[in-house]
């Protein structure tokens, strides 16, 4: 049972680039987040799917876009990186009855 | 909006038992759950409570009061390895999942 997949694990990005992480989960489940850890800072929403075609904005969703073309992956890009958003990002994944949270391994990124 | 408090950090001895608080401000309450996260790993599911009461799993209990908007969680016999973070999490109307920013429990000999 794989759960939910994050990939890249670690990335370093240059000011200005673009680049799409992806979460993958194998579940079934309807709900999908993406959210980002910094120190002290706990994990905040950034963006969310409460099924395949939607999305919707977090608490922190400036920077960042979500698609979720297929139930099974959700994906969350950076189309021009600045270095605040050097973060933690964690995916998560819970079906319809939303008890248990599922999260993927994170992602390390580091903006220079 | 949503928020959550919950103690930034807390200390306790192996073998003693802790209780770590949380209140909530949100729309549309659906439940009130927690998680456990080491240093470097992703966070896991603890326990869940929708409706008042407590919840036992093991070592740890969970407690609700909607009507305070707070809810604790109850960590027995603590062992070095429970040093961890521990975060409490509110689902609300459309599905949004939010967590408070997290209790660092440092366990001590």
């Known amino acids: 049972n794989a759960g939910v997949t994050q990939t890249p694990k670690f990335r370093v990005l240059k000011t200005g680039q673009s680049m799409t992480l992806l979460c993958a989960q194998d579940?079934?489940?309807?709900?999908m987040y993406w959210y980002r850890q910094d120190p002290g800072m706990g994990l905040r929403l950034i963006h969310y799917?409460?099924?395949?075609?939607?999305?919707a904005k977090g608490e922190v969703p400036d920077g960042y876009n979500v698609s979720r073309l297929k139930k099974q992956n959700f994906l969350l890009g950076l189309e021009s990186a600045a270095p605040s958003q050097t973060s933690v990002y964690f995916c998560?994944?819970?079906?319809?009855?939303?008890?248990?949270?599922?999260f993927g391994q994170g992602t390390r990124l580091t903006v220079v | 909006g949503q928020s959550l408090e919950q103690p930034s950090e807390v200390t306790a001895v192996e073998g003693a038992i802790v209780q770590i608080n949380c209140t909530y401000q949100t729309s549309g309450f659906y439940g009130l759950s927690w998680y456990q996260q080491h240093d470097g790993g992703a966070p896991t599911f603890l326990s869940y409570n929708a409706l008042d009461g407590l919840e036992e799993t093991g070592r740890f209990s969970s407690f609700l009061s909607r009507s305070d908007s707070y809810g604790y969680l109850l960590l027995q016999e603590l062992q070095m390895k429970d040093s961890a973070s521990y975060f409490c999490a509110v689902r609300s109307q459309g599905g949004k999942l939010i967590f408070g920013q997290g209790t660092e429990l440092s366990v001590k000999p």
């Open positions: 799917s409460v099924g395949e075609g939607t999305t």
């Open positions: 998560a994944s819970t079906g319809t009855a939303n008890t248990e949270a599922f």
């Open positions: 579940m079934n489940h309807e709900y």
